[in-house]
């Protein structure tokens, strides 16, 4: 078995998927997980924010909290409309596998190694949480998950 980089970006975008099978589930498993994190940060997003996210409800006249909350339900579309394009290639263009890992390693990868570099992070700081937020705290075992699983992905079979 060797690592075939040219799966990342295939001449066809097809259903003929060429990588390991345990990458091809733990995508269908990590976008499952995706999607839910999604709706609840669309649909439920005071629960998402305060009891997940751990963040503190801001006090003030105008209340901010509506329109934090707009923002954080606004974060959770996007986040939800990129796990829609990775169900349409769960279902119809599953070459693209390696491709979709490679931009899920970037957002998280960046979530452990960007962020801290870029500046003190309000999450971890605790000026506005009463923990650290699981979005950074399992943002380094992600990160290596996903590693490994494109690893898997752009593997060829033989």
Same mark, same amino acid.
């Given at each position: 078995?060797?690592?075939n980089?040219?799966?990342?970006?295939?001449? &066809?975008? /097809?259903? &003929?998927?060429q990588? *390991?099978?345990?990458?091809?589930? $733990?995508?269908?498993?990590? @976008?499952?997980?995706?999607?839910?994190?999604?709706?609840? *940060?669309?649909?439920?997003?005071?629960?998402?924010? *305060?009891?997940?996210?751990?963040?503190?409800?801001?006090?003030? /006249?105008?209340?901010?909290?509506?329109?934090?909350? #707009?923002f954080? &339900?606004?974060?959770?579309?996007?986040?939800? %409309?990129?796990?829609?394009?990775?169900?349409?290639?769960?279902?119809?263009? #599953?070459?693209?596998?390696?491709?979709?890992?490679? =931009?899920?390693?970037?957002?998280?990868?960046?979530?452990?190694?960007?962020?801290?570099?870029? #500046? /003190? /992070?309000?999450?971890?700081?605790?000026?506005?949480?009463?923990?650290?937020?699981?979005?950074? &705290?399992?943002?380094?075992?992600? @990160? =290596?998950?996903? %590693?490994?699983?494109? $690893?898997?992905?752009?593997?060829? #079979?033989?």
């Amino acid at each position: 078995m060797n690592f075939n980089f040219k799966n990342m970006l295939p001449k &066809s975008a /097809d259903n &003929s998927y060429q990588g *390991h099978k345990i990458a091809l589930w $733990g995508f269908v498993l990590f @976008t499952i997980l995706m999607t839910w994190r999604s709706i609840i *940060h669309m649909f439920f997003e005071q629960y998402g924010f *305060h009891e997940i996210g751990s963040f503190v409800v801001i006090s003030g /006249d105008p209340d901010p909290m509506p329109l934090i909350f #707009r923002f954080f &339900s606004l974060w959770g579309f996007a986040q939800l %409309i990129f796990c829609l394009v990775c169900w349409i290639v769960i279902y119809q263009y #599953r070459a693209l596998i390696p491709l979709m890992y490679l =931009i899920w390693l970037f957002e998280w990868g960046f979530r452990t190694f960007g962020y801290p570099l870029m #500046r /003190d /992070d309000i999450a971890v700081q605790g000026l506005y949480t009463n923990y650290i937020t699981p979005g950074v &705290s399992f943002a380094p075992y992600v @990160t =290596i998950l996903l %590693i490994i699983l494109f $690893g898997l992905s752009i593997l060829d #079979r033989k």
